[in-house]
């Protein structure tokens, strides 16, 4: 840019055109550098942000995380054995699920459910059964009356043991108790009388 005039640079001083000029020079040449700077770095940032969108497209999709199981593996080994002995040694008496699940360090929930897989019923269900054995073996090998049998199986009353007897044997316990000491039997008795033997000793 060329001029013939001096500009004034204060009041009375002229900047002499030569100056001005050098000065427009050195504007243009630092807007020049700043432009070439603003490439340079622009262009190492966009290929940095290519390459990344394309990692993420190219990159395969987060599997979820596996389901929790539902299925119960069941009961340990030294868990059904410490639940048979407590059954046994508390068949006098009552005996919870919670004081149970409490033997084996386990909630009540979750040792249900491991119960029903191991034992294929539910806890109540197996001390019932096993009272009722234990009910089995006093009547066959004692001239104990109804009533005491029942007591000593953890039931409330003689009838507390008729019922649940007729529930798992289909017979009274009076019938069951006749039949056995007579020495006969319809298959069905027979079939009890046995079953009594296997679970005299589960």
């Known amino acids: 840019m060329q001029t013939g005039f001096a500009i004034p640079a204060s009041a ?14 050195l504007l243009d040449a630092s807007e ?9 770095l622009h262009s190492p940032l966009s290929q940095a942000n290519t390459m990344a969108v394309g990692l993420l497209r190219s990159a395969p999709e987060a ?41 084996v360090r386990l909630s009540r929930s979750f040792f249900s459910r491991a119960f029903s897989v191991s ?18 073996v006093l009547m066959q090998a004692t001239s104990e009356p109804l009533a005491q049998i ?14 649940l007897f007729r529930r798992h044997a289909e017979l009274t316990p009076s019938d069951w108790r006749r039949r056995i000491r007579a020495g006969y039997g319809s298959t069905q008795s027979r079939g009890i009388v046995d079953g009594n033997a296997a679970l005299a000793v589960a």
């Open 32 to 40: 020049s550098l700043l432009a070439a700077s603003a490439r340079r």
């Open 119 to 136: 034992f294929e019923c539910s806890p109540h269900f197996y001390v019932m059964r096993r009272r009722i054995a234990r009910a089995k």
């Open 12 to 25: 009375g001083h002229l900047v002499p055109a030569s100056q001005i000029e050098r000065l427009a020079g």
């Open 63 to 103: 599997e979820p995380l596996p389901a929790r199981r539902r299925a119960c593996a069941g009961l340990a080994p030294w868990q059904q054995r410490r639940i048979r002995d407590l059954v046994e040694e508390r068949m006098h008496e009552s005996l919870s699920v919670v004081e149970m699940a409490a033997a």
């Open 150 to 163: 029942a007591a000593a199986c953890g039931l409330s009353d003689q009838a507390h043991l008729s019922r």
